[in-house]
């Protein structure tokens, strides 16, 4: 182009040398990890300090990706803030025991078609109104609308009626029972009802969190400060919190190194070697990790509508090799979808495929095919183009050639959600960190009702149901639990590659930063030790 | 008695051709090695690379001289070496087919702008047309449509190099048909389409000599800014580009990584600059 090369030699290069530098910082600035899954709070770097909590100061958090207040009620690669500016009704503790929030005790009716929740008072949004039951009605009402995209519609959905009995209790009656109610209240933020509008556009976020929106500047970061009037007496101790986006890898480790930010999950695991030796910071790795890869097949398509083919592309992967050299050793090679703080997982299950190169030659022999070319898609960033690149040469060793079709975030996003995937692609999924039934009703990728695979099956749709709507514990869960994994290996229509490790990076000042299972991130308690 | 001095041979006495001149001094000597050992790698890569350069190992991030790997692995335990080799296969095969196709394309355009005005007018408003998008903004909208590959890489370049040539051309077309030489062409009775390929042409071509160094440089940056961004070849076939994206979130633990295409991609474009510059240099002289 004639402005940018002028017919002098010497002035070549200047402006593309910019614009590929641009373009590079663009290229690491897309920083979509897939869905992310919470972290054990137990996990969390537990440092004492003997001065005790020091009020005061601001956090800034490194984030890789900017808030999306489009997808504020589904989530997104970039939830921090959930927590921060909204209360859910309850909180999982380790074990997946749902703790008090903004529900300070529950009831479930004898058949399981009922639960009464008895709501805080003194609560009042950022606004000074009164958190109310009318709120919780709205919030339930809300993710039952499709427009909000919300990934526990189902759940939602499931709530059918609402008795008020007064401003602070309320009953919630289902269709039938559920046994991820309380996944939804993790999940669900208590939103006010009369600025929702304004909250997806990103003008105003009104909630009853800790903090409340200052500014949101696209492209740089949120700014909050604290919530004078918050429900939890003395807290938050920290004046302020800066969540800033710094999409390129190198610059969110070098804001962490140099003290510019204090906070981040967003590190790839790849990066983390570069971290782990700065005194300044601690690195904390967490059991529910971080969502999981997994290589999904489109059933639809010949001949992967054999499961004799799908399972030899299972058997074909190293899993091993992935976790070691695409997720930096941070996770966990797996079979199945489940971390290891889920209540499904077994090592059976995590292990029933592993690296046979020879059984998965055999098992494609024996369905009539020695090779077969197929299209695999993935998202063009460096993390998931090594994934795929990964699963690409283990294919090709059993006579599976692949072309590999890199595709921007959006798309891929939208192919998932509207079944039109190719033949294969890799990319990564959550969910599998909650109630084990909610990945099966919620996950696109696993949806018994409607799933990215075009996956059919009477049978799975049956134990789907069963395992969502039982009321069984103990030997009787993990009865129905088991046969939804064993359904999931048997028709590997999703093939689990690896559990994500999910890493806080933290200065060594910060203290008592958590985060809930959908990756909210929680300050109430958190300080700046001097 | 005088004696005459013997007669010079013909040949010692024609005048060196400018371009040989400029390609002999120092800069153009420089710029030639640099592009020549840059190509010869290129060429050479399928006996020089011990490795196919899309073969995986257990070896994550080998060092440099390690047994096999001369330049140590990547990521996924691929030879770095044989990588860069044929990256640089992969890329100069790309910019030898763009680059020439561009200046073609761009050359013809000019000559059929400069046979009427109203040709003329479109082709400068097409040419503006493509002007008004930078190059990696021309590149992904190229890829949102064809996706990325081989292909696209080669229309983004050369559609970049399209007005640059045809605008080059043009200002040389207007520049000389005022000469005296033509106007003479005219009056003897020469057609408008003899005089423009046989006398207008080759007097305005110098520049576009030395514009097609400069355009082979920037095909490389362009290349390598489409391959780094994603949009360019497809994986897991290795570009400079490519290799250097892939470096990026290793560069702290292994800088060696990068160091390779770097280090190439500077030679190449430094090359093709002292060429470009050397017979900018002599034609200007």
Known sequence: MTELYPSAPSAVSRRTTLRAAGGGTLLLGLGLTGCRSAVEESAAPAVADAAGPRRGGTLTVAVNSDFTPSLLFAQSNQSLQQRLIYNTL??????????????????????????????????????????TADDVIFAVKNLQNPVRAAQLRATAAAVTGFEKRGDHELVLKLAHPVNNLFDLFEFMIITDPGSVEEAVAGKRLNGTGPFSLTRWSPGTGLGLKRHEKYWQPGRPYLDGVEIRVVPQADALISSLRTGQSQLSYSVPGRNLATVAGVPGLVVSEYATGGGASYLGVNTSIAPLDDKTVRQALAWAVD?????????????????TPWPKSSPAFTEAGRTHYRHDPGKARELLRSAGHTRLDLPLLHVNLPGETALAEAVQYDLQQIGVHVTLEPTDAATAQKKLISQSMPALWAMGHSFAQVQPSTLAVSAYPFNAAKNTSRFRSEEYTRIVREAWTSRATGAGANALRQRVTDTLLDEAFIIDLAIRGSVQVASRKLRGATLNKFSYLNLDDAYLAG | MTTLAPTAPAAARRPRHPYLTALATARGRTGLALVGLVVLA??????????????????????VGTPGHPLGTDDLGRDLLSRLLHGIRADLGIIAVAVPLGAVLGCLLALAA?????????????????????????????TAVLGPGRLPVVLVIALAEIPVFGRL?????????????????????????????????????????????VSLTVAVFLEGAMSFLGVGVRPPEPTLGAVLSQSM??????????????????????????VAEALNREIRR
């Open chain 2, 169 to 213: 051309l043009r200002t040389g077309i207007l520049a000389q048909r005022s000469r005296e030489y033509v106007t003479a062409a005219r009056v003897g009775g020469t057609s408008g389409r003899r005089i423009l390929t046989r006398h207008v042409l080759p007097n305005a071509a110098d520049p576009l000599v030395v514009q097609f160094a």
């Open chain 2, 249 to 274: 979130p290793h560069l702290a633990q292994a800088p060696h990584f990068a160091a390779g295409p770097l280090v190439t991609v500077t030679a190449l474009v430094l090359g093709l600059s002292l």
């Open chain 1, 90 to 131: 309850t909180r999982y503790d380790d074990r997946l025991e749902p703790q008090p929030e903004l529900a300070t005790s529950w009831e479930y009716a004898a058949d399981g078609r009922a639960l009464t929740l008895k709501l805080r008072t003194g609560v009042v949004f950022h606004d000074g109104r009164p958190f």
């Open chain 1, 319 to 335: 899993r091993e090799r992935i976790l070691k050299q695409v997720l930096g050793g941070y996770g966990l090679a797996s079979a």
């Open chain 2, 42 to 63: 290129g060429l050479l890569a399928p006996l020089l690379a011990g490795h196919p350069p899309t073969d995986q190992s257990g070896l994550t991030l080998a060092p």
């Open chain 2, 114 to 142: 400069a046979v009427h005005p109203a040709v003329d007018t479109a082709v400068q408003r097409a040419f503006d047309l493509i002007l008004a998008f930078p190059g990696l903004i021309l590149a992904l909208a190229v």
